[in-house]
């Protein structure tokens, strides 16, 4: 069973007065409150908990959930904005690299990130009051709330660098400004975690003691400590396991690993829980709503809107391979033939022959391409699915999508659309595991190991090919190991792209870029790329280094925290 979801807005505020208020008059609550006693209850502890955990979903706007699939994604060249221009036009600017210190969805996920950020710490401050709960039970939910909040900065500190850090000791008055280094607060929040969490939770969906450890290996990595990050993960290889006390390991098939019927499976390390059909489109998954094929003609499809998180040009060519099955890490995938044959400007009543060249099957995983089986729904039928060919490009997204078969199951078609879905959201898998760890190998110059763990990840691709309805494979699927890393370079170009391939569209890519320090000429190359289909969509559009690696702090929030006249919190550079 997952973890129960609630959305309690009120929740915060309530325990905010119940925490810092103690004078006699206000000891009668007003109705529809809960008393301090029912709060600092045990079942009150974990009802503020499981509001900690549901603000992972967002539900403050489109964008402002955990996925990131917009801010790691598009960003990151994985996809394009795609559907029409004048949908939801505000995020226009920010896929230009030209994001204004105004825009609404970056304050959105400003805010929705500090609301987890809240609610952690509202639940850390209710432990201190409880006196009926056990202490095993305090030291978990601490632990798990900890683990949030980590989880929480962690967010803030890609997405905005430098912010205010609160805990829950701040009197929610003083001004905090953004002047104090993160990491070491998420490190400690993370380490708590993996001290104190249990091994094996009470339900699928918490945060147990090897979801900490990865998570914690993640932090080191991202400020380079390679040696500690494998340290870490090497502990987290050899005995992780899941919420519910499943040995870590690869899924047989990647296709599974985007399925409801499949959610807290063996390779799920921490994800987003999601259901549907549960009387409210508040459980389900709103992260990928607008993210489905999108037209008014054509075959029956999923969702039905609205036609964003288009993949890329880029991301698509990435895919091919050699006649051996190696990837080409020389960026050669974009030029001449080995670019993917494509229907862009064509009608799906045009005549269209798929690529017949040598491809990675996890193309056809992660890609929706004409003339390729869409899951169940049949083969992809190009434009016909496509909301806006100029502004998109000619492919859809496929992970996350919901089956035919699983329809009215799988998603939830009481609201404006049926792509609320019961797909979990992979906050961290197994195989990001297995590629964080070869990462730190092969910075550390242990090639043997990297490569051992980066063909792991790559064998488990051999075994999953996308059939047609006769059983044939639907294109031509070439992949093979790599037989060894000529050198340290070799070996780290070989990993940072396997990332790429294994982990497209999850929200990965922009942060990986901005770790490495390789944002600018990357993303200058993407967008290159792109403007010769797409230079409406993509015009003007420019990745300036030392200012587009973070979004700009949100001027509401800069105007809010000015302190009588005295401006509290500084902008991040080029803003």
Not at 140 to 169: C, M, Q, S, W
Request: hydrophobic share 35%.
């Amino acid at each position: 069973m997952k973890i129960t979801r609630i959305i309690a807005l009120s929740l915060v505020a309530v325990i905010s007065v119940t925490v810092a208020c103690q004078d006699s008059f206000l000891d009668v609550a007003p109705a529809g409150s809960l008393s301090q006693a029912e709060l600092s209850s045990q079942s009150g502890l974990e009802g503020a908990l499981i509001a900690t955990y549901a603000t992972l979903l967002g539900r403050l706007g489109f964008y402002s959930d955990a996925s990131n699939w917009f801010w790691g994604g598009v960003l990151g060249g994985d996809a394009n904005k795609g559907s029409d221009p004048g949908d939801q036009s505000q995020v226009n600017e920010i896929q230009l690299y030209a994001a204004q210190t105004n825009n609404n969805s970056i304050e959105q996920k400003y805010r929705a990130t500090y609301e987890g950020v809240a609610r952690a710490n509202a639940t850390l401050a209710l432990i201190e009051l409880a006196e009926n709960a056990t202490e095993e039970a305090k030291t978990r939910i601490g632990a798990e709330a900890r683990f949030l909040r980590g989880h929480y900065y962690f967010d803030l500190k890609r997405n905005f660098d430098d912010v205010p850090f609160v805990d829950e000791t701040w009197d929610e008055i003083t001004p905090i400004p953004n002047d104090q280094d993160l990491w070491p607060m998420i490190e400690m929040d993370f380490q708590f975690a993996f001290d104190n969490l249990p091994e094996v939770q009470t339900a699928a969906g918490r945060a147990n003691k090897w979801a900490a450890g990865a998570y914690l290996g993640k932090v080191f990595l991202f400020q380079g400590k390679d040696a500690e990050a494998k340290a870490i993960f090497d502990q987290v290889i050899a005995n992780g396991v899941t919420a519910t006390g499943e040995p870590y390991g690869l899924m047989p098939n990647y296709s599974d690993l985007f399925r409801s019927t499949n959610d807290n499976n063996m390779e799920t390390v921490f994800s987003v829980q999601a259901a549907a059909n549960t009387g409210t489109i508040n459980n389900a998954n709103p992260a990928m709503v607008l993210n489905f094929p999108h037209g008014s003609s054509g075959p029956e499809r999923p969702g039905g809107c609205c036609g964003f998180n288009q993949p890329s040009f880029e991301l698509a060519n990435s895919y091919r391979t050699t006649a051996a099955g190696l990837p080409l890490l020389d960026g050669s995938y974009n030029n001449g033939a080995n670019a993917l044959d494509n229907d862009f400007g064509l009608s799906s009543a045009d005549a269209f022959t798929p690529d017949a060249g040598p491809v990675d099957p996890r193309l056809d995983h992660a890609i929706g391409r004409r003339g390729i089986p869409y899951l169940d729904w049949g083969p992809h039928p190009g434009r016909d699915w496509i909301r806006n060919q100029p502004n998109g490009g000619p492919y859809s997204p496929k992970k996350f999508m919901y089956y035919k078969e699983g329809e009215g199951i799988e998603n939830d078609a009481t609201s404006w659309t049926p792509g609320y879905t019961a797909v979990n959201y992979y906050i961290i898998r197994y195989a990001d595991v297995l590629l964080m760890a070869a990462e730190a190998e092969a910075e550390l110059g242990n090639l043997g190991a990297a490569l051992d763990l980066v063909n792991q990840v790559r064998s488990r691709a051999q075994n999953d090919l996308v059939t047609n309805e006769d059983g044939t494979p639907a294109a031509n699927y070439v992949i093979s190991l790599y037989p060894s890393f000529a050198s340290q370079e070799d070996a780290i170009e070989a990993v940072r792209f396997e990332r790429k391939l294994e982990l497209s569209g999850e929200g990965h890519r922009f942060y990986d870029l901005v770790r490495w320090g390789i944002a600018e000429p990357t993303l200058d190359s993407y967008v290159a790329h792109e403007q010769q289909f797409l230079g409406t969509a993509f015009s003007g559009a420019d990745f300036q280094s030392g200012q587009d690696e973070y979004l700009p702090i949100p001027q509401n929030e800069i105007d809010l925290q000015n302190n009588d006249g005295e401006v509290v919190l500084t902008q991040n550079p080029g803003y």
